[in-house]
């Protein structure tokens, strides 16, 4: 199982930012598919979840309204589309499967919000 997350860096309040996560090793179309993040001296925290099929996704309050989680199954690819970011959204991102109750991530990718 692989996970690699894509598409992080450096935006100012109020931009957006597309985040990606490529599978791979399992059959990435019956699994259910979540992002999380851990910004500095903080707990890592979930952000959002889509179902396999992509047709029920929650997400956390904190990102409500703003950021938008979808997949695609013929890519094998999870995104996060993140919308109005704001400063205190700054954290490394990371995308979770749970495969036979194992959590597999991947490395993270870092999304920084400044002026």
């Known amino acids: 199982v692989q996970l690699v997350e894509s598409g992080g860096g450096l935006v100012q309040p109020g931009g957006s930012l597309r985040l990606s996560c490529a599978a791979s090793g399992f059959t990435f179309s019956r699994y259910a598919m979540n992002w999380y993040r851990q910004a500095p001296g903080k707990e890592r925290e979930w952000v959002a979840g889509?179902?396999?099929?992509?047709?029920?996704?929650n997400y956390a309050d904190s990102v409500k309204g703003r950021f938008t989680i979808s997949r695609d199954n013929a890519k094998n690819t999870v995104y996060l589309q993140m919308n109005s970011l704001k400063p205190e959204d700054t954290a490394v991102y990371y995308c979770?499967?749970?495969?036979?109750?194992?959590?597999?991530w991947g490395q993270g990718t870092q999304v920084t919000v400044s002026a």
């Open positions: 889509i179902n396999s099929a992509g047709g029920s996704t």
């Open positions: 979770k499967a749970v495969i036979r109750s194992y959590d597999y």
